[in-house]
């Protein structure tokens, strides 16, 4: 028995080694005293699925965050709406200075549409440091492709000899050295823009970097060629299957054909890279509703998950399972509590069991003000018919005294008699709620899912004839019904 326990404490011993930090990243920000920065990473280069590595609140004397990778890892800072990627490798400590910033441009400009990058200033860096590199390599790619545009595009008469000029340059000035992560870098980096400027065919492309090989699941470089290789290649169709036939397969759950027939194509024939592809595709045909139904998709991926023998595929279906359902219909919707007008906090379980009619404005945008002069016209109509129904507005203006003076101070405030909160400058709510642009609406039913994928707005007649009220087969009359004259 003693020895057992040994085992196991040893076991977990080095399970907790493998998992303590390697990597720090520590800094000072000019004018962001009080906000929390957030380190990410993607789970995945086909769901990317954000994965919050670690958090702090930015002090005084800066933050410091940390993680642990294996590998050479593609990594972002975000603060609120801004953020910004880079490299980070296994045992380094990084110093990073982010300068003064206006934080209010996400209320001048949508940023999601035109993003503003968190400015983020590396210190103490060596010279050969991995970002370094691939920043110098990215520009020198940029700068040839730019003075060399007419060759490369592809409404002229694109030409490979300036492709190859390229290659020769960048094996001239990066020959390949110690770090191996820079070198896959350029080469897939190099070989997605031949792929992708049609330079070369996927057969010649497959063989030179897929065949023969185990897919590198933990380089972003690599799964981003691959699935740019392989991407509609399945789900709308191809030569040797027709994407009626796909989608047959699919909405009847014969899975066990769909894999077998994309297997066709030669270059799918091994189990392991024909599987990758299925799941790409799967996640390409839960978009094309036209000839896939997504429940249908959800159930495929769902059969593969249980019966292949890759743990990367298991992972990759789970993260893509994790997506859809975030924001489709039939998700949970996202649990809060936000502080009303009087300041008093409110959470959306205390509207348990009701129709949530969920808005997301801002009040000095235009819009906005029209879709809540929309809400104010019907509510006491609704009100008086429903009483399982609730108006939720969420008012993302950074400022609460904004929403205050709205309701309070404003003339008209007495007529917006509903359920209003203030957002209290948690980015990571909307981010859940997929709020990219103002106003946003979403209906939550009693169920607490989410109604619809895309919920109407009051102006498009939704608040006409609602979905929470009962309809009533009205007793229909006519001739015959009525035993004639």
């Given at each position: 028995?003693?020895?057992?326990?040994?085992?196991?404490?040893l076991?977990?011993?080095?399970?907790?080694?493998a998992?303590?930090?390697?990597?720090?990243?520590?800094g000072?920000?000019a004018?962001?005293t009080?906000?929390e920065?957030?380190l990410?990473?993607?789970?995945?280069?086909?769901?990317?699925?954000?994965v919050?590595?670690?958090?702090?609140i930015?002090?005084?004397?800066?933050?410091e965050l940390?993680?642990?990778?294996k590998y050479?890892?593609?990594?972002?800072?975000q603060?609120?709406n801004y953020?910004?990627s880079?490299f980070?490798?296994?045992g380094?400590t990084?110093?990073?200075?982010?300068?003064?910033?206006d934080?209010?441009?996400?209320e001048?400009?949508?940023?999601h549409l035109?993003p503003?990058a968190?400015?983020?200033?590396f210190?103490?860096l060596p010279?050969d440091?991995v970002?370094?590199?691939i920043?110098?390599f990215?520009?020198?790619?940029d700068s040839?492709v730019?003075?060399?545009?007419y060759?490369f595009d592809?409404?002229f008469h694109p030409?490979?000899r300036y492709?190859?000029?390229?290659c020769a340059?960048?094996?001239?000035?990066?020959?390949?050295g110690?770090?191996?992560?820079?070198?896959?870098?350029?080469?897939?980096?190099?070989?997605?823009l031949?792929y992708?400027?049609?330079?070369?065919?996927?057969?010649?492309?497959?063989n030179?970097?897929?065949?023969n090989?185990?897919?590198?699941?933990?380089?972003?470089?690599?799964?981003s060629?691959?699935?740019?290789?392989?991407?509609?290649?399945?789900s709308?169709?191809?030569r040797y299957?027709n994407?009626?036939?796909?989608s047959?397969?699919?909405?009847?759950g014969?899975?066990?054909?769909?894999?077998?027939?994309i297997g066709?194509?030669?270059?799918?024939?091994?189990?392991?890279v024909?599987?990758?592809?299925?799941?790409?595709?799967l996640?390409?045909?839960?978009?094309k509703t036209k000839?896939y139904k997504r429940?249908?998709v959800?159930?495929?991926?769902?059969?593969i998950?249980?019966?292949?023998?890759?743990?990367?595929?298991r992972?990759?279906i789970k993260?893509?399972?994790?997506l859809?359902?975030?924001k489709?219909k039939?998700g949970?919707?996202a649990?809060f509590?936000?502080p009303?007008?009087?300041k008093?906090?409110?959470s959306?379980?205390?509207f348990?069991?009701?129709?949530?009619?969920?808005?997301?404005?801002?009040?000095?945008?235009?819009h906005s003000?029209?879709e809540i002069?929309?809400?104010?016209?019907?509510?006491d109509?609704?009100y008086?018919?429903?009483?399982?129904?609730?108006?939720?507005?969420?008012?993302?203006?950074?400022?609460?005294?904004?929403?205050?003076h709205f309701?309070?101070?404003n003339?008209?405030?007495s007529r917006?008699?509903?359920?209003?909160?203030?957002?209290?400058?948690?980015?990571?709510?909307l981010?859940?709620y997929?709020v990219v642009?103002f106003p946003?609406?979403?209906?939550?039913?009693?169920?607490g899912k989410?109604?619809?994928?895309i919920?109407?707005s009051?102006?498009s007649g939704?608040?006409?004839?609602p979905?929470?009220v009962?309809?009533k087969e009205?007793?229909?009359?006519?001739f015959?019904?009525?035993?004639?004259?």
């Open positions: 028995m003693k020895r057992i326990l040994l085992v196991l404490f076991i977990a011993s080095v399970s907790v080694v998992q303590t930090p390697n990597i720090t990243i520590k000072k920000a004018n962001a009080g906000k920065i957030e990410y990473k993607y789970s995945d280069q086909l769901s990317r699925t954000e919050l590595l670690d958090n702090s930015i002090g005084a004397s800066g933050f940390k993680m642990y990778a050479t890892t593609l990594v972002f800072l603060v609120e953020s910004q880079f980070v490798e296994p380094r990084y110093e990073v200075l982010i300068p003064k910033f934080w209010s441009i996400d001048k400009r949508n940023v035109s503003e968190l400015p983020v200033v210190e103490n010279k440091e970002n370094l590199k920043n110098d990215d520009a020198m790619v040839f730019s003075a060399n545009r060759y592809q409404k030409q490979r492709f190859d000029t390229l340059l960048t094996e001239k000035r990066y020959p390949d110690k770090n191996a992560f820079f070198n896959r870098y350029k080469k897939f980096s190099l070989a997605e031949k992708k400027l049609s330079f070369d065919s996927r057969k010649n492309m497959y030179k970097y897929i065949a090989q185990s897919p590198l699941y933990y380089d972003e470089n690599y799964m060629l691959f699935f740019t290789m392989f991407a509609n290649s399945i709308s169709g191809n299957n994407v009626h036939k796909l047959r397969w699919v909405n009847n014969s899975i066990g054909t769909y894999m077998d027939s066709l194509d030669p270059l799918l024939r091994n189990e392991q024909r599987e990758l592809a299925a799941i790409q595709a996640k390409e045909s839960f978009y000839y429940e249908k959800v159930s495929a991926l769902e059969m998950r249980s019966k292949t023998k890759f743990p990367e595929h992972e990759l993260n893509l399972l994790a859809f359902a975030q489709g039939g949970d919707a649990a509590t936000l009303d007008v009087d008093k906090m409110v959306l379980d205390s348990k069991g009701k129709w949530i009619y969920l808005s997301f404005v801002r009040v000095g945008e235009p003000l029209k002069e929309t809400l104010a016209y019907f509510k109509s609704i008086a018919k429903s009483k399982n129904v609730e108006f939720v507005t969420i008012c993302c203006d950074r400022e609460f005294q904004k929403m205050y309701l309070r101070n003339k008209k405030g917006y008699g509903w359920t209003w909160l203030h957002f209290n400058n948690n980015f990571k709510l981010e859940r997929g642009s946003t609406f979403l209906l939550i039913n009693p169920d989410l109604q619809y994928a919920t109407p009051p102006g939704l608040l006409v004839n979905p929470w009962e309809k009205s007793e229909k009359k006519g015959f019904l009525n035993g004639g004259r």
